[in-house]
């Protein structure tokens, strides 16, 4: 603590999620009349106290998902902005730019995408090398010098909220401010991953056609794909639950 007194944390097992721990321990405090930290602060807790968790497996589809949810979290953290003084029409002009950006995300993006392009958002093989590993890292043969307007907005939409609501921040309450800025930062995150994800996407399958179009007649390419494992439908799935489980594909796992 700030005077030096220190807290021992037990070791516990954690059965439940962090968000789930921290709305039990909201419904506690009201309960007993008993002030809470807000719920930034209370992630932040949770994160210092960390502790190993064991999840289900996920597909990719849960990084579009969580890039989907990203759009509604700077949705809503505008409509809190207005409600603090923030003009309607900077929340509107604000919000059809989401929408645009979350349309593009959707359907647009991955038609933009190419290994030959002067455009570096659009440039597969720039976007995803690592200059730190160079079996990481791939050249290109031109410059990127060009420019796009609506890929340049994914990378900038975050940016355009968090300006938004530090004009109306001194009127927003301290633990109304952490919270929105831990959503920000969350929402910026997710919806980083889920750009990078439709980059990936793109350069993987190019990367597989060449791989078809130069097969030799005694070659075979295995495909080693996460969506054809059995994927847990429970947060805690049994083996009864497991076993008997029938994929869409028309195979099934039985118990022998």
């Known amino acids: ?5 220190e807290i021992k944390i037990p070791k516990v097992v954690r ?3 962090s968000t789930r721990i921290i709305y039990l321990y909201t419904e506690f405090c009201k309960s007993s009349n008993f002030d809470k930290f807000s719920r930034a602060t209370l992630f932040k807790i949770l994160k210092v106290c960390a502790a190993s968790q064991k999840t289900s497996l996920r597909g990719l589809d849960n990084t579009i998902a969580d890039g989907m949810k990203s759009i509604e979290m700077l949705e809503k953290i505008l409509r809190k902005c207005n409600t603090f003084g923030l003009p309607s029409s900077t929340v509107k002009d604000i919000s059809s730019h989401l929408q645009r950006v979350n349309q593009h995300l959707k359907f ?3 038609g933009h995408i190419s290994t030959e392009t002067n455009i570096a958002l659009h440039c ?3 976007a995803l090398s690592d200059i730190s590993d160079k079996d990481f890292c791939g050249s290109c043969n031109h410059e990127h010098s060009g420019h796009c307007d609506i890929c340049t907005q994914i990378t900038q939409i975050v940016e355009n909220v968090l300006v938004a609501y530090r004009e109306v921040e001194p009127q927003v309450p301290i633990d109304i401010r952490e919270e929105m800025e831990h959503e920000i930062f969350l929402a910026d995150k997710m919806l980083h991953e889920w750009h990078s994800h439709c980059v990936r996407t793109v350069h993987q399958e190019g990367a597989k056609q060449s791989i078809l179009c130069n097969l030799q007649p005694n070659e075979t ?3 080693m794909d996460w969506a ?3 994927i847990p ?3 805690r799935e049994k083996q009864t639950e497991f076993f008997g489980k ?3 594909r028309g195979t099934s796992l039985v118990q022998s």
């Open 246 to 248: 029938r994929e869409s």
């Open 233 to 235: 439908f429970l947060h």
């Open 15 to 17: 059965t439940v999620i």
């Open 124 to 126: 597969s093989t720039y």
């Open 221 to 223: 390419l295995k495909i």
């Open 1 to 5: 603590m700030s005077d030096g007194v």
């Open 108 to 110: 647009e993006v991955k």
């Open 228 to 230: 054809i494992k059995f």
